[in-house]
């Protein structure tokens, strides 16, 4: 399940759920799992850096839980976790394999993993890999007891994945599985989503599959062309001023407006729609990438987008295949493919009403062939806002009603 969707389900059990820590790596947040550990049931989730969702469950203190298999206890206050309770209760699997490093036997099913501790220091050496041609190490000990248990998917802890998102966790919803920009040789176009869809047909087993539809958006779009293309936006932000206005050429000649420029907020896309407000026409394009150390972490699900660049090379455009620039791209990369920016950047100090601090400091925003990218302070790119230009009028409107 994606990441959101979990803090949501322990942000509503928080009289029962205590104490939730959210453990990441501030600067290199793609090196490391992101984890949700939850200290007064001795649980940790896991969930992949990249795509933010549920790869392991770690149980690393069964003193705080009680744990049952097919309706059977094998961990609870009158049962211990032995090897002999494992062996009970789960059957015959491969021999245990000891690791020197950790003292810890451990003992592997398909998807499931203990972690046994040898109860003296003396035994250690005896289960030394060397020692009888490598057989003593796998032969847990009697009385072993289960100091860690894993769940996860697949056959291997250290190689698993987070698999694709179960049906269960559609809920009516519609997700973004990648977000492709379109553009010219001046700057963005439009956006092209691949869309993910399940659950929404009138009966439950009508709809039980995964559906996968594609979805072009375009500058100057009208908001009911946004809306049968991505159904009902989550929320509808209304601006209550433009601070950017200041950045402009020429701001005193800009008259307030009656109106307020409105976005449609699509938090499971992890986009943002902008509409002019006398026009009611498209006009901007936020892309969020949901790091974790962001003022904006958890509102909206990683947008995983691909934006390919114009490189100038001896005078004429060149566009390789690689340069695409995607979620997972840093600001310094960025400069190397687009060249520096030539004014200084925007500061941008984000802080709630109720609370004027902002305890993650403060992003910078660069302009570069209509686009602004926020960069927090580890590199990584916090949302692109993607800004219209003239759209030429033989401009192909999406097909959506083959869809």
């Known amino acids: 399940m994606p990441l959101a969707q979990a803090i949501s389900i322990l942000q509503k059990h928080c009289r029962i759920i205590k104490n939730v820590q959210v453990l990441y790596s501030e600067q290199t947040p793609l090196s490391h799992d992101l984890i949700l550990n939850l200290t007064q049931d001795g649980i940790k989730l896991l969930f992949d850096a990249c795509n933010q969702r549920l790869k392991v469950i770690e149980v690393y203190d069964l003193s705080k839980v009680k744990l049952k298999y097919c309706g059977v206890h094998f961990n609870s206050q009158a049962i211990a976790p032995t090897i002999e309770q ?23 099913f398909r998807g499931l993993s203990f972690s046994f501790q040898l109860d003296s220091w003396n035994e250690a050496p005896k289960y030394e890999p060397n020692f009888a041609h490598g057989l003593a ?59 993910l869809t399940a659950g929404c047909g009138p009966g439950v087993l009508a709809d039980a599959k995964v559906r996968a539809l594609e979805r072009n958006i375009y500058f100057g779009d009208s908001c009911q062309d946004v809306l049968s293309a991505l159904g009902s936006p989550h929320k509808v932000f209304y601006k209550s001023e433009d601070k950017m206005k200041i950045h402009s050429p020429s701001p005193h000649k800009q008259v307030p407006s009656k109106c307020n420029d409105y976005f449609f907020n699509y938090f499971t896309l992890g986009v943002d729609i ?111 806002t993607l800004y219209s230009g003239p759209r030429p009028s033989n401009l192909p409107r999406a097909e959506s009603s083959v869809h």
């Open 86 to 108: 494992i062996d009970q209760s789960f059957g015959a699997t491969h021999p245990g394999v000891y690791n020197a490093a950790e003292q810890l036997f451990h003992l592997n």
């Open 274 to 384: 902008l509409f002019d407000s006398t026009t009611h026409l498209v006009k901007k394009f936020v892309l969020h990438t949901n790091y974790p150390g962001h003022y904006n972490f958890n509102i909206y699900h990683r947008c995983d987008f691909k934006i390919p660049l114009v490189i100038k090379k001896d005078g004429a455009d060149a566009q390789g295949e690689d340069c695409i620039l995607t979620t997972y791209s840093k600001w310094d990369q960025i400069q190397e493919l687009l060249g520096h920016p030539m004014e200084k950047p925007v500061v941008l100090h984000r802080s709630s009403s109720a609370n004027n601090t902002n305890p993650f400091g403060s992003t910078f925003c660069f302009g570069l062939q209509r686009m602004i990218f926020e960069v927090m302070q580890n590199n990584h790119i916090a949302s692109v």
């Open 137 to 195: 190490s796998l032969q847990i000990p009697h009385g072993a007891t289960v100091k860690r248990m894993y769940i996860y998917t697949g056959n291997n802890l250290q190689e698993t994945k987070a698999p694709v998102m179960p049906l269960a966790c559609f809920l009516g919803n519609v997700y973004a599985e990648c977000v492709d920009v379109l553009r010219d040789g001046t700057g963005p176009l439009g956006l092209r989503l691949r869309l």
